[in-house]
């Protein structure tokens, strides 16, 4: 079985190819794919070339780790049946190439165990799934505060803020230096750094992957505040010492989501609690996949960027 996927053959080099696909076992689906995303973060780095020595990386590369479609075939011990609406976290079933992410492809095959079903009423919505799990497991479980400030108003960034409104929690600030993303906000400011005087935050979420704001966000917290890593970062991180002795900081690491993620933002999305609109904004076809992730890494009024496989 053959399938069109993106094929990331080098750093930029990239292109729509045909794969064969790995057989499918009883406890396997094969999904056929309606619309997947492109991530700013870790996509991007691998696409410049930048990314740092990561487990399973490597060229060539299927990328995409947010896929929704629906079930063509369901092996026997998947609990699914063929027309079952899924979001898929990326496949790794790729002949003659890497599919650490693998999502971006009309077809794949994947364990059911890491598929979950979803409504089929969301549409290309359905892609953003992995995106409010990660935005969601930064923020909840024992010992997490949700965030007062959040640095950066792209998808991540709203979707921290809109989480933190739909648990109960008082609107968070929100920073962004782009005028034109300041726009979109559901409930919660979003303001320029530097016309917010305030320097007692408790918890900081930094949703832009700017290592470099580090001593600048130490500054802003209260005595015993945190600083929350919710982007990824491409190179080594510092900060002044005394700083951060003196407001006796402290620093945690957001990591991938998991299924009780991923299951909990369902639930929210499906019962309006968490909306996903207004985050999409460019669509294109799954052919001009090459143009689609020059544009999603170089324009800045690009937030999100979905292939379209089904048109």
């Keep these: 079985m053959d399938t069109t996927a993106v094929l990331l053959k080098g750093p930029r080099d990239l292109a729509v190819d045909t794969l064969a696909l790995t057989a499918p076992g009883a406890a396997d689906l094969v999904v056929q794919v309606t619309h997947s995303g492109i991530s700013t973060g870790t996509e991007k780095l691998f696409w410049s070339g930048e990314m740092p020595p990561f487990p399973g990386m490597g060229y060539p590369l299927v990328p995409g780790y947010e896929a929704a479609g629906e079930v063509m075939e369901a092996g026997p011990l ?93 609107a968070p600030t929100v920073w962004e230096i782009d005028p034109a993303r300041r726009t979109g906000a559901q409930g919660y400011e979003v303001v320029d750094p530097q016309s917010d005087p305030r320097r007692d935050y408790t918890s900081i979420y930094d949703a832009s992957g700017q290592g470099a704001l580090l001593n600048d966000l130490v500054g802003r917290i209260a005595k015993g505040g945190e600083i929350v890593l919710a982007g990824f970062y491409s190179a080594p991180l510092s900060f002044a010492f005394p700083p951060a002795f003196m407001k006796e900081a402290r620093f945690r690491v957001a990591a991938e989501w998991t299924r009780e993620d991923l299951a909990a933002t369902r639930a929210l999305v499906e019962c309006g609690a968490l909306s996903l609109a207004g985050l999409i904004t460019h669509t294109r076809a799954a052919a001009d996949a090459r143009a689609a992730y020059e544009q999603a890494f170089t324009d800045g009024d690009c937030l999100k960027m979905i292939l379209d496989w089904e048109h």
């Design 78 to 170: 998947t609990g699914f049946k063929p027309g079952d609406r899924v979001f898929v976290p990326g496949a790794n079933c790729y002949e003659g190439a890497f599919g650490l992410f693998g999502g971006a492809s009309r077809l794949l095959v994947s364990d059911s165990e890491r598929v979950t079903r979803i409504d089929a009423g969301m549409g290309p919505e359905g892609a953003l799934l992995a995106l409010a799990a990660t935005a969601r497991h930064a923020m909840a479980g024992m010992n997490k505060a949700v965030p007062d400030l959040i640095v950066g108003h792209g998808v991540l960034g709203r979707l921290l803020a809109r989480l933190t409104i739909a648990a109960g929690a008082p």
